[in-house]
């Protein structure tokens, strides 16, 4: 008898999956099509572009793989990457065998017809402007270069430097190419595809392969069809995932993370940007001309305290290089947690050292008759962290004001040198795009002559060990000086159906598309 019911369970289970499968499904039950919800593409041709959407991936690919756990680059569409040790040459392979969408072969003309299109349009350009000039021998290209510089190494592998098919350069115009040109990739806009301000539909590029090491699947995406939808409310965004009918949100709010992270048919990926939030401080200022007034403030901020109220949508920062940035240094790190975090007080010794003192009993110190007041200049849409942070400062005797403005005003404030302190925010996976924007106290000593040939020497160092020793140093003299000071980072989170596999997120917070399946 119990046998039977067995059986005749087995059966309704059939029955059930058969009838749960829709058009959507193979008759093994795959689902051959996806729906992911992103924020807005603007165009396949993504040198003309400022940004791009987090599923851009799927439509083209970049010429190589940045491992940050290694500090290398590998291979991706091209292979054997290679610099000479003056850094004056660097040569790459394009290997034979991958297609575009249009059956057409990828060929080294394409690679080269590709990065001078971004030469010549990309508003990021200069990354990779030391390209003197590109020649051909076989499938081997060489780049002349004027000097080696590191950033150049991670334009080529971000996804801003892709491969277009050389006919297509040739006879479309910069506006035909935004939407009619056939990038290499995993996937390619359908016939009729886009839909303005709504959609984007995709079809598998069965002649796509890499030489990626970081995937399994070297071939053609596992999903026939892929639609890619934005400007969708979130609302509708959480419910259709957690009902099926979506199978991924790219970037999700703290409302939406509240909501899914406990739900048994979703999970959440950790796909955070390298960025760090950093507090600036004006060496002009009165109250922080003193650098012992600079690092009680350093020492009086608690992050992890600055977490908690973000529901877990920031992480503590203890470096101006996020942990998975190429070159990133543990050192200088280590040093900043250990002599210039979280403690309230060495905080107070040290501003009581400095003749700080709360003569009056109002809770703020005072010297030579002047409070120990400061404005803060921040973000209009960043409250709750400001007024947690001031909270902090008063607990050791600073007065610290908000004045929430437009981030352009933050900006247009510190550059013209006329602020006591702001919030400053950088987003780059590369050091030296970090470092070079770390300043914008015109009389800093990050403005210094001597601190700009630092960074120039570090992005010119061909070795990648000597180049984060150099890194480390760096920081270690911004942290000494101490007119800025790095606070969190901002997270990012992917949900996906908890059904999908494959969806595999590298250090730095990209993700590789190529072993997606159910």
């Known amino acids: 008898m119990k046998k039977k019911l067995l059986v005749l369970s087995l059966v309704f289970v059939m029955v059930f999956s058969m009838a749960a499968c829709g058009s959507n499904d193979t008759n093994d039950g795959a689902k051959t099509s996806l729906v992911i919800h992103d924020s807005e593409w603007y165009g396949l041709d993504v040198y003309q572009l400022d940004s791009t959407a987090g599923a851009q991936g799927l439509n083209s690919s970049s010429l190589f793989q940045w491992n940050p756990e290694t500090n290398?680059?590998?291979d991706k569409v091209c292979t054997n990457w290679q610099v000479s040790e003056d850094g004056k040459t660097a040569t790459f392979d394009v290997p034979e065998g991958m297609k575009y969408s249009t059956g057409e072969q990828v060929e080294p003309e394409d690679v080269v017809a590709s990065l001078q299109h971004g030469l010549d349009?990309?508003?990021?350009?200069?990354?990779?402007s030391n390209i003197e000039s590109m020649e051909i021998d076989g499938r081997t290209v060489t780049l002349h270069l004027s000097e080696f510089r590191s950033d150049m190494q991670y334009y080529l592998c971000a996804g801003f430097v892709v491969?277009?098919?050389?006919?297509?350069?040739?006879?479309m115009s910069n506006d035909e190419l935004m939407w009619g040109c056939h990038p290499y990739g995993m996937y390619a806009l359908a016939e009729d595809g886009y839909v303005s301000g709504s959609e984007v539909k995709l079809v598998r590029n069965d002649g796509f392969t890499t030489s990626n090491p970081l995937v399994e699947n070297k071939g053609p995406g596992k999903f026939e069809n892929i639609s890619v939808r934005f400007n969708v409310e979130e609302f509708t965004q959480t419910e259709e995932l957690k009902s099926g009918t979506a199978d991924m949100i790219m970037s999700i709010s703290s409302d939406q993370k509240l909501e899914l992270?406990?739900?048994?048919?979703?999970?959440?990926e950790d796909t955070t940007y390298p960025n760090i939030t950093y507090f600036e401080m004006n060496t002009d200022s009165p109250v922080f001309a003193d650098i012992n007034v600079r690092k009680a403030l350093a020492l009086a901020i608690n992050r992890e305290e600055l977490a908690e109220i973000n529901d877990g949508m920031i992480a503590p920062a203890y470096s101006m290089i996020y942990d998975s940035v190429q070159n990133f240094s543990p050192t200088a790190k280590e040093w900043f947690e250990k002599n210039l975090a979280n403690n309230p007080e060495e905080s107070k010794k040290l501003l009581e050292a400095a003749g700080w003192k709360d003569t009056d009993g109002d809770g703020i110190r005072e010297k030579d008759g002047k409070k120990l007041q400061f404005t803060w200049y921040a973000w209009t849409d960043a409250t709750r962290t400001p007024e947690k942070m001031a909270e902090q400062l008063k607990a050791v005797g600073f007065d610290m004001q908000i004045e929430a403005i437009d981030w352009n005003y933050v900006y247009e404030n510190i550059s013209a040198d006329d602020y006591d302190a702001g919030i400053e925010w950088l987003s780059w996976a590369e050091p030296m795009l970090v470092l070079n924007c770390c300043y914008y106290d015109k009389n800093a000593p990050g403005n210094t002559e001597a601190y700009k040939a630092k960074v120039e020497k570090?992005?010119?160092?061909v070795d990648t060990d000597k180049r984060t020793e150099m890194v480390g140093d760096i920081q270690m003299d911004i942290f000494k000086n101490v007119n800025m000071i790095p606070m969190y980072a901002e997270l990012s989170f992917t949900a996906i159906n908890s059904e999908l596999k494959g969806f595999n997120v590298l250090a730095d917070g990209s993700a590789t598309w190529n072993d997606l399946s159910y």
């Open 72 to 74: 290398t680059v590998e």
């Open 121 to 128: 349009v990309s508003p990021y350009s200069d990354g990779y």
């Open 163 to 171: 491969v277009i098919d050389k006919d297509e350069l040739d006879t």
């Open 261 to 268: 992270e406990n739900q048994d048919t979703v999970k959440l």
């Open 458 to 461: 570090a992005a010119h160092e």
